[in-house]
């Protein structure tokens, strides 16, 4: 069924120059008649539909995609570049993930962006090679400063008990976006995802955010805890602290926008060493500056991508 | 080619010649290609149209009128073990750049693109590394704590594996060395790891893959002896443009 429809020329009616010009008019190029009745149940995979590449928002399915490979762009590990674990008052400036030389490595989607209509699918996926480092007394012990997260153990054969951390820190690795401008200097977390930059109502002095804002964040254990001569359950000693080493670390996020919106950048960043609280009965991730200790708790990381897609919204 | 019909004018000849000239055209324009100008920006998919998928149970893939998708798993009930070792990767040379990588079994598609695409392969592994706690000897094989497993995804062949994607796994020892081991050796911590990871192709945006056959799949080069992909998944998906 063709949207312009016109009558038929059919036998003993007067032809004239209007009639017959309408025939043709509502096709001609500039008309914008031609819509979807015209061509999609039989076209959309053939060649009459227009090639998408180079032009934004064409494609059937797919409107973009790109990646970018983040970091130090080197597998091995001798060059790595490292984080220092927050030691502040409050919260950190996150890390923003760089090649070794002080380069951020975002994922630049061109001098005009990627217009996204409200409805439209944006997916993102990103991998990082990381290292928790945890270098304080060379044995590999728990940090020496946990409280207040330190918990209370048995230990075989004693009255006594022996504080070991609790295992529930975490460096976190989170995305931001740029819906500024394409000079990649305005960069703010994306939608339902926090900097962790807000006071804790009801824990003087603790910064993070609510766990429901943590949408593209990947956490990584920064050591684990365990005991070296553990008798049926209970220790005999101090517990230590098993470096993680190398290892890949990855994380997605996908957000459906509301309303039109541009976007022009994304990166990755990193911050640390954050620990679970719950406070009024919300759960939080919240900063725990005292486990930075003197500098000797730290994360490296060498190379990952960073990958984005843009989907054409279904109705 | 624009479309641009002759006009009628009154009190004129009307030939067969400018009537079937118009028609022509008219056909010439619909075939052979529609101004994007000329086209309605509407919604004009709707799920009614993409055309119903053709299954292709042996590779785990369907492909339909926007591209394929489709994947393989391990997981189940028999689970199926994929064995990676250092003797099918250079035999863990020692500080090198690896040049020698292994394809994960069953971890790779081969997709048919009729026309240009975006080609994006998801991949996920569970790891048991080591324990290899064989002597190190210099310049044969790495130190125990060096003995990761590298994941990284391929594209064509097993030359062009993408180092800068590659994902590790460290060797499972650094444990208590002496008896009773007992739980002082919980592989599950210390040479586990659940890697996961996507690879665009062709990652820039402007470019896309061109038209023929093109093997994407997953690959691996190990410096420890032993290490098993215990249960893993890889999947594509891959939209024509």
């Known amino acids: ?251 997605c996020y996908f957000y459906v926008p509301v309303t039109n919106v541009t976007v022009y950048g994304l990166r990755v960043v990193i911050a640390g060493v954050a620990h679970a609280r719950n406070s009024g009965g919300i759960n939080y991730w919240s900063w725990a500056p005292t486990v930075a200790d003197g500098g000797d708790t730290y994360l490296e990381y060498t190379s990952g991508g960073l990958t984005a897609i843009l989907h054409r919204g279904v109705v | 080619m624009p479309f641009t019909p002759s006009a009628f004018a009154p009190s004129t000849i009307l030939t067969a010649a400018d009537l079937q000239g118009n028609v022509d055209d008219l056909r010439v324009y619909l075939h052979q290609g529609v101004a994007a100008g000329d086209l309605d920006t509407g919604q004009w998919i709707e799920n009614r149209h993409i055309q119903p998928p053709r299954i292709d149970p042996v590779r785990g893939l369907q492909n339909g009128v926007s591209g394929w998708q489709g994947g393989q798993t391990s997981d189940g009930p028999n689970a199926r073990l994929s064995f990676m070792t250092s003797f099918f990767t250079g035999g863990g040379k020692e500080d090198v750049i690896p040049d020698e990588w292994a394809p994960v079994p069953n971890a790779s598609f081969t997709l048919r693109l009729r026309r240009e695409s975006k080609v994006l392969l998801h991949w996920s592994a569970e790891i048991a590394n080591g324990p290899d706690d064989l002597s190190t000897t210099s310049g044969y094989n790495y130190d125990e704590d060096d003995r990761y497993v590298f994941l990284a995804p391929y594209i064509g062949n097993l030359s062009t594996p993408q180092m800068t994607r590659a994902q590790e796994t460290r060797n499972a020892l650094a444990f208590k060395s002496a008896v009773p081991y007992g739980t002082a050796r919980p592989y599950v911590l210390g040479g586990y790891g659940n890697r996961e990871g996507v690879f665009l192709y062709p990652s820039a945006q402007d470019d896309f893959a061109s038209v023929g056959s093109v093997t994407i799949g997953l690959c691996y080069y190990a410096r420890s002896d032993r290490a098993v992909c215990a249960r893993w998944s890889v999947a594509v998906e891959a939209w024509g443009v």
């Open chain 1, 1 to 251: 069924m063709s949207l312009p429809t016109r009558p038929a020329v059919r036998e003993g009616t007067l032809i004239t120059s209007a009639g017959l010009d309408a025939q043709f008019d509502g096709f001609a190029t500039g008309s914008l008649d031609i819509n979807e009745e015209n061509l999609r149940e039989f076209a959309i995979d053939l060649p009459q539909l227009p090639d998408a590449k180079g032009e934004v928002g064409q494609g059937v399915i797919l409107k973009r995609a790109a990646a970018t490979v983040i970091g130090t762009g080197a597998m091995t590990h001798g060059s790595p570049v490292s984080v220092a674990s927050y030691a502040g008052a409050t919260f950190p400036t996150p890390h923003p993930v760089e090649d070794g030389a002080g380069n951020p490595t975002p994922l630049s989607l061109g001098a005009s962006g990627w217009a996204m209509s409200a409805g439209d699918v944006l997916r993102v996926y990103y991998d990082l090679s990381v290292r928790p480092r945890l270098t304080e007394t060379g044995a590999g012990q728990s940090p020496g400063v946990l409280a207040p997260y330190g918990i209370e153990l048995d230990v075989f054969g004693s009255p006594s008990t022996t504080t070991a951390g609790d295992g529930m820190f975490a460096w976190l690795l989170w995305l931001q976006w740029d819906i500024t401008d394409n000079t990649l200097t305005s960069f703010v977390p994306v939608p339902n995802q926090s900097d962790f930059d807000q006071a804790i109502p009801g824990v003087l002095g603790a910064y993070g955010d609510e766990v429901p804002l943590s949408a593209s964040t990947c956490p990584v254990p920064p050591w684990i805890d365990y005991d070296d001569d553990s008798v049926r359950g209970q220790i005999q000693g101090i517990s230590l602290a098993l470096p993680i080493r190398w290892r890949g670390a990855s994380g």
